[in-house]
C-alpha cells in the first residue's frame, strides 16, 4: 500500500498486497497457471535465481498469484515474508522440519490439532527429537519445561476444539529466554483476532483452508514470520514441493477480501450462542474464550480483539446423543472443517482428532460427547433456533 498511515485490517485484507500484480486495467489478480516462465535475456534469468531480481523461474517454487496471496498474509499478519503451502499440515509439518534436528527438543501441550500432535507422538520422536507435551492450562509447568531447554516452542490458541486459551506474551518470553523460536497457530483467531506476532512470537501459522479462505473450497496453509526464518522454510518447501496451486491461491485471495466482514459476524454469533448453550440444562459444558466462565477469559481479552467463530459444547448422555442430535440439525454441515459461510458441526472424533484414538482422546481431556461448532455467517436466530429444535428433539 502506498499511504504512509497503515490501513485499518478490513481495508488490508481487500486491497494489500495486489497494486503491482494487477495487469492491464484489471481489477482482480489473475490466476496464473503457467509452471514455468520464460526470458529473453538469460543474464536477467540468473539474477531471478540468484535472488538479485524479483521474479519467477518455476511453479514449485514461486507463482505471482501465490505470491500475492502471501504478500496479503504478511501484511495481516504485520510479518518481514511469509510463504505458502498445499494444506494447513503442510505448513505445520514443513516448519516443524525446518527447525528441528535429531538430538532436539521441543516443548508443545496436549491440546494441538490432532495431526500436529501425531507429529509430536509418532513423527518426530522417530527422528530422535524429544517432545515435551505439558498441560495446557498449566503456565507454570510449561515455563519448567522451557526452562530445561528446547529449540521450539509450539503454542495453539484458541486450541482445537475445547478453545483453552494460552498466555502467548508469557509462553514466548520464556522461551526466548532459553533461545526457541516460538510458533503459534493462529488458525482458530485469524489475524482480525489475534496477532501472535506482536505477542512476541517468531513464527505465525494458519491453516489458509479455514476461516482465510472462508468458502469450504480451496486447501492451503501459510506460515509468516522474520525473512531470515522465513527463508528457511521456504527452502524446504520449495524443495519437499508441498506448493499452493495458484487457483487455491485465488481462492484463498478471493476469501481474504471479506475475511474482516465474515469474522465480525462469526464472533457476534458465536458470542451469543455460546451464552445461550450455557443456559441450557441438557448442555453439560460450554467451551469459549468470550465466556466469564473460561478459565482464561481474562487473558482471551488481553491478547485478543474478538473471541472467534468457533465453540463446542458438551451434551448430556453419550455418543449415542451425538448420533441422534447431529442429523438434526438443519443450518450445519456434519463435516470435517471450520471457518466457512456456512455453519459445521461435528465431534472430534470425525473431525479434529479422528486420527486419534479413544484413549488418546480421553487423555487429552476431550469428551466423546463434545460437539465442534463453527459458526457460519448466517442469521444468529436461526442458529440458535436450529440448536434448540435439535436440543429439544435428543433430550
Known sequence: ???????????????????????????????????SFGYGDVDEWLDVALEKKEGHIYGRNSNPTVHVFEEKMCLLEDAEAATSFSTGMAAISNTLYTLLRPGDRVVSVKDTYGGTNVIFTEFLPRLNIDVALCNTTDFAAIEAEIAKGCTVLYLESPTNPTLKIMDI???????KAVGATVVVDNTFATPINQNPLALGADLVLHSATKFLGGHAD???????????????????????????HPMAAYLMIRGLKTLHLRVRQQNKSAQTIAEYLAAHPFVKNVHYPGLPSHTHHDIA???????????????QGDFDTVRAFLPRLNYAHAAANLGAVETIAGPPATTSHVECTLEERQAMGIPETLIRYSVGIEETADLIADLQQALNAVQ
Open 1 to 35: 500500500m502506498s499511504q504512509a498511515k497503515r490501513p485499518h485490517l478490513g481495508t488490508l485484507t481487500v486491497w494489500g498486497g495486489e497494486e503491482t500484480y494487477l495487469m492491464q486495467g484489471a481489477t482482480q489478480v489473475p490466476v496464473v497457471h503457467s509452471v
Open 169 to 175: 506474551a508469557r509462553l514466548a518470553q520464556a522461551g
Open 218 to 244: 480451496a486447501l492451503g496453509g501459510v506460515v509468516c514470520g522474520p525473512k531470515e526464518l522465513i527463508k528457511q522454510i521456504y527452502h524446504y518447501r520449495e524443495i519437499n514441493g508441498a506448493t499452493l
Open 301 to 315: 481479552r488481553k491478547q485478543m480483539r474478538g473471541f472467534g467463530g468457533v465453540l463446542s459444547f458438551e451434551l
